[in-house]
């Protein structure tokens, strides 16, 4: 099993990121039901003002290739274009577990 966890930070004002991480925060919660290598997917956004990044994700799928086929999923890729324009870092860590 391998977990894949990606964390974002977002440009634009409060209003801007917190509506943006809502719609793909709903796009990426709709993933399990489309990407069959994908058992399961968290996604949260943060609530701490003092802190920079603005939405973290884990997924879990069976092993490091299948990040890969996630990834590459027309699915996934849609989601990724709703933070396209605001994405100011993304940070990732994979893992086998």
Request: glycine share 2%; proline share 4%; net charge negative.
């Given at each position: 099993?391998?977990?894949?966890?990606?964390?974002?930070?977002?440009?634009?004002?409060?209003?801007?990121?917190?509506?943006?991480?809502?719609?793909?925060?709903a796009?990426?919660?709709?993933?399990?039901?489309?990407?069959?290598?994908?058992?399961?997917?968290?996604?949260?956004?943060?609530?701490?003002?003092?802190?920079?990044?603005?939405?973290?994700?884990?997924?879990?799928?069976?092993?490091?290739?299948?990040?890969?086929?996630y990834?590459?999923?027309?699915?996934?890729?849609?989601?990724?274009?709703?933070?396209?324009?605001?994405?100011?870092?993304?940070?990732?860590?994979?893992?086998?577990?």
């Open positions: 099993m391998t977990k894949h966890i990606v964390m974002f930070k977002l440009q634009g004002s409060d209003e801007v990121r917190r509506e943006t991480a809502l719609r793909f925060k796009a990426l919660d709709a993933l399990p039901e489309q990407i069959d290598v994908l058992q399961s997917i968290e996604v949260a956004l943060n609530e701490n003002p003092a802190e920079d990044w603005d939405i973290v994700l884990t997924a879990i799928v069976p092993t490091l290739a299948d990040v890969a086929t990834a590459k999923h027309p699915a996934h890729v849609a989601a990724a274009a709703i933070i396209s324009e605001v994405k100011e870092a993304r940070a990732c860590v994979d893992y086998n577990c």
